[in-house]
């Protein structure tokens, strides 16, 4: 069973802050590793994709891979409380099977106090 | 350009009816793909369609479920008969590009009671 695991929080970070959300997962062939926001009662809406080994910066998000560690995280920098919400880490694309399907894990509620 | 629509927005069945959900995919996606959360639980994953093919419905949780896409355009996931643990958020979404780095971009779900 393929499965993609995150602390559930909630994390509590004062604002100006940096957050730090973490991911890892169990299917070694995964290609490609997305971070989600969802604010309650919303659709799960993209921030972040990322699919080499290393570093990825979109503004105030970036998001790491290491897949020898089958590890994926995403820093906040400079936390505003427009960024409470839950992350959903969600990985695509292991050898054999569907390899259009996104697997979720449970999402980590980050709380950002002004 | 329009979103992924979904619905309705919300929907309170008994045990027993059937509903039926509907989803909306951006303009020109040809792959659409439904997922289902439970409460407490993570988003799973039911089935995908190219077009108006099923790529893949190894998501699906028992033959109650009932998914179509006639034209490749909407879709529509039957539930018949609903149970107590069909309760939950169904979400749908559609990318252009099946494999590799697509975006799905997700519809704003449809939260279904069964009573």
């Known amino acids: 069973q393929k499965e993609v695991e995150q602390n559930s929080g909630p994390l509590s970070v004062p604002e100006g802050a940096i957050a730090s959300l973490n991911c890892t997962y169990s299917?070694?062939?995964?290609?490609?590793f997305f971070w989600y926001r969802q604010y309650s009662g919303k659709s799960p809406e993209l921030i972040m994709s990322?699919?080499?080994?290393g570093d990825k910066e979109d503004g105030r998000f970036t998001a790491q891979l290491n897949k020898a560690s089958q590890y994926v995280s995403l820093l906040i920098r400079d936390s505003q409380p427009s960024d409470s919400a839950t992350y959903l880490c969600?990985?695509?694309?292991?050898?054999?099977?569907?390899?259009?399907?996104?697997?979720f894990g449970k999402g980590t509620k980050l709380s950002v106090k002004p | 350009e329009a979103g992924v629509t979904q619905f309705p927005s919300h929907s309170v069945i008994e045990k027993g009816q059937t509903v039926t959900l509907r989803c909306d995919p951006i303009?020109?996606?040809?792959?659409l793909y439904w997922y289902r959360r439970v409460m407490g639980k993570e988003i799973k994953f039911l089935l995908h369609?190219?077009?108006?093919?099923?790529?893949?419905e190894s998501g699906m949780p028992n033959n109650r479920f009932l998914a179509e896409r006639t034209g490749g355009t909407y879709s529509t996931l039957k539930v018949q008969p609903a149970e107590l643990e069909d309760s939950g958020v169904y979400f749908c979404?559609?990318?252009?590009?099946?494999?590799?780095?697509?975006?799905?971009?997700f519809g704003p779900g449809t939260r279904l009671t069964v009573l």
């Open positions: 979404a559609s990318s252009q590009i099946a494999g590799g780095p697509d975006t799905q971009y």
């Open positions: 369609f190219v077009k108006e093919s099923k790529q893949d």
């Open positions: 969600a990985v695509k694309g292991g050898y054999g099977g569907s390899q259009g399907n996104l697997i």
């Open positions: 303009s020109g996606h040809d792959n």
């Open positions: 299917d070694r062939g995964s290609q490609s």
């Open positions: 990322i699919y080499s080994n």
